[in-house]
């Protein structure tokens, strides 16, 4: 904006500020004159933002307001008069603007024609907190983060009532304006990366975070686009968020998003989920072995299977039940990838359709689609049960863009598989571990791969083996 102060003049003040939020005609922005102390003052608030008791207390302070002389400074006017407990002055428009479009009231005094009174009343619309619908426990709080900033702040040191728990704020966006908080733990979040992120945060420079997390995500860390795996862990559950804090994370908070952003992150940090906490170590334990046995077999199940039928291999007695049983029509890499697409189809059919249908759609698609195209020949049943096995691994997986790189690798082992044969299940191997060997997160010093590169086997060791709460 080029006027950067408020004029010196009562009447210029209010034209700029007119000006500046365009009333009337600006719908949703209220402008009150109003007479406080026998002189003239206005009321400018955003409707629907604003709590409506606060404002009305204002209003009816303004009306009733008769001192015996008026007070020298808006700060002496404040201190003596505004009773709300936030308030703010400034002679920024930019300021004043952002304040009012945010909730805020904005009170400017003909007396103090150079300072305008924010007073902090917001009350934005927002959902009661619920338990995530991707984030269930089996036992424990079933309370999840809202789409409120200042709620999630606030459930945060709900958990976490300590002096070292530390939140930073920072405004993203020259549209939009985005609130971002960072959180962590004074004394056990590492203090260079700290400082590296701070540093980050404060030189983004973007038009919005409209698009919340997933927005700050891709300006923190600017990867390759075929790089398919996620940079950061998310969670919608205020009690992990501050675990993850007590374990030296550090939490960011964007406004707008029920989410959490936890970093930094390595591929498997998502071995663990908030369900491990809430159960006994050993059964812990065992669910994050089974989860690891999931995850290769989404990775490998069908690339194998392919593999053995593509080549002709003969099988041992006990891998018998994966050689082909029945010539096919259509070939077999054809069938994988064409039951790959559908599964997405029917996934996006679903998410579209209204909760009362989506189960039946479910039952159509996987059932009855299936054995009509097994029936008809396009798909040999042995494809449609290994395929159906890898999807079921899919959902095990709690983070959904891991699932999806999983995928995007398992069709290229298939590929290299029809290229290669079995050597095309080790060229695999060794491209996706260099993948995750290069995988950029959010410093040049941290590993997508730790505690692996560098090793760390303490570390490593807990990832698997869920470790009983110890007394200091």
């Known amino acids: 904006m080029a006027q950067t102060l408020l004029p010196d003049s009562y009447s210029k003040s209010t034209a700029l500020l007119d000006t500046l939020f365009a009333v009337p005609g600006n719908f949703g922005i209220i402008r009150r004159a109003l007479c406080i102390g026998g002189e ?26 008769c001192p015996d002389a008026m007070p020298d400074t808006a700060e002496e ?38 300072k305008a009174i924010l007073i902090k009343s917001r009350n934005i619309p927002s959902r009661s907190p619920q338990e995530p619908e991707h984030d269930k426990v089996l036992r424990g709080a079933h309370i ?15 958990q976490l009532p300590t002096p070292s728990l530390m939140m930073k704020q920072f405004a993203i966006g020259t549209a939009s304006r985005t609130n971002v908080v960072m959180c962590y733990l004074r004394g056990r979040a590492d203090t260079s990366y700290l400082a590296y992120l701070e540093e980050r945060l404060s030189a983004l420079h973007t038009d919005n975070l409209c698009m919340g997390t997933q927005s700050l995500a891709e300006c923190l860390v600017h990867t390759r686009v075929w790089n398919p795996f996620p940079r950061f862990r998310y969670t919608e559950r205020p009690d992990a968020a501050a675990a993850s ?42 669910l994050r072995i089974v989860r690891l046995i999931s995850y290769l077999l989404s990775l490998y199940l069908t690339p194998i299977w392919f593999a053995a039928v593509h080549t002709g291999t003969a099988l041992p007695g006990w891998l018998s039940i994966l050689s082909q049983t029945e010539p096919s029509r259509v070939p077999i890499l054809a069938q994988l ?20 249908l989506s189960g039946s759609l479910s039952v159509i698609g996987g059932l009855i689609l299936g054995d009509f195209a097994i029936t008809v020949g396009w798909f040999m049943p042995e494809t449609v049960l290994y395929m159906a096995l890898v999807s079921i691994t899919h959902f095990t997986q709690h983070n959904y863009e891991l699932g999806y790189a999983f995928k995007y690798v398992r069709i290229a082992m298939l590929l290299l598989v029809a290229a290669a044969g079995w050597w095309g299940i080790l060229l695999g191997t060794v491209l996706l ?31 698997f083996v869920r470790r009983r709460k110890e007394m200091p």
């Open 40 to 65: 003239d003052a206005v009321l400018y608030f955003s409707e629907g933002l604003s709590d409506t008791a606060v404002t009305e207390r204002v209003l009816a302070f303004c009306m009733e307001f």
């Open 77 to 114: 006017f404040c201190a003596r008069n505004i009773s709300f407990a936030e308030t703010e002055i400034s002679d920024n428009p930019s300021v004043l603007h952002a304040g009012v479009v945010t909730g805020c009231l904005l009170l400017l005094h003909s007396a103090y024609p150079t």
């Open 144 to 158: 999840g983060f809202v789409e409120l900033l200042q709620r999630n702040c606030a459930m945060l040191r709900r």
């Open 245 to 286: 804090l007590c374990e030296g994370s550090i939490v960011l908070l964007v406004d707008g998003a029920p989410q959490a952003m936890i970093l930094p992150v390595s591929v498997f940090s998502f071995l663990q989920e908030a369900n491990d906490f809430c159960l006994a170590p050993f059964t812990a334990t065992y």
């Open 337 to 356: 990838l064409l039951i790959e697409a559908a599964i997405d189809i029917l996934k996006l059919a679903s998410i579209n359709t209204p909760n009362a």
């Open 433 to 463: 571990l260099l993948l995750l060997c290069t995988t950029p997160v959010c410093e040049d010093k941290r590993r997508y791969f730790y505690p692996l590169i560098p090793f760390n086997g303490s570390a490593l060791a807990s990832l």
